[in-house]
């Protein structure tokens, strides 16, 4: 069992920045991938960004490309994302996801630990 606790949500204007962060517990040894997720109201949860844990590989999905960062600290089992140039669009509840195969990096239904989330609101 591996437990995610997300910390670093919040609100900012267009073009701002913010920082999650994803500390995992547990059975951290059986991660091969960890991701971030989001779901705005309304919507389907949609994978953000995904980074392979041994290698440190990133994925990120088109919409987030070059404006959001995913890194990790091997030695904190944490996971960041780091997002920069925010717009209203980026609106949402952010998720973190560890799985233990391998396969599709940003799609919802192959991870099996998620945590609670953590809200991020971007104002225009």
């Known amino acids: 069992l591996v437990k995610l606790v997300e910390s670093g949500g919040g609100s900012v204007g267009t073009g701002g920045s913010l920082r999650l962060s994803c500390a995992a517990s547990?059975?951290?040894?059986?991660?091969?991938?960890m991701a971030w997720f989001r779901q705005a109201p309304g919507k389907e949860r949609e994978g953000v960004a995904g980074?392979?844990?041994?290698?440190?590989?990133?994925v990120y999905a088109d919409s987030v490309k070059d404006r959001f960062t995913i890194s990790l600290d091997n030695t904190k089992n944490t996971v960041y994302l780091q997002m920069n140039t925010l717009k209203p669009e980026d609106t949402a509840m952010y998720y973190c996801?560890?799985?233990?195969?391998?396969?599709?990096?940003?799609?919802?239904?192959?991870?099996?630990?998620w945590g609670q989330g953590t809200q991020v609101t971007v104002s225009s």
């Open positions: 980074i392979y844990v041994g290698t440190g590989r990133p």
């Open positions: 996801a560890a799985k233990e195969g391998y396969g599709a990096v940003l799609v919802r239904d192959t991870y099996g630990f």
């Open positions: 547990g059975a951290t040894y059986a991660r091969t991938i």
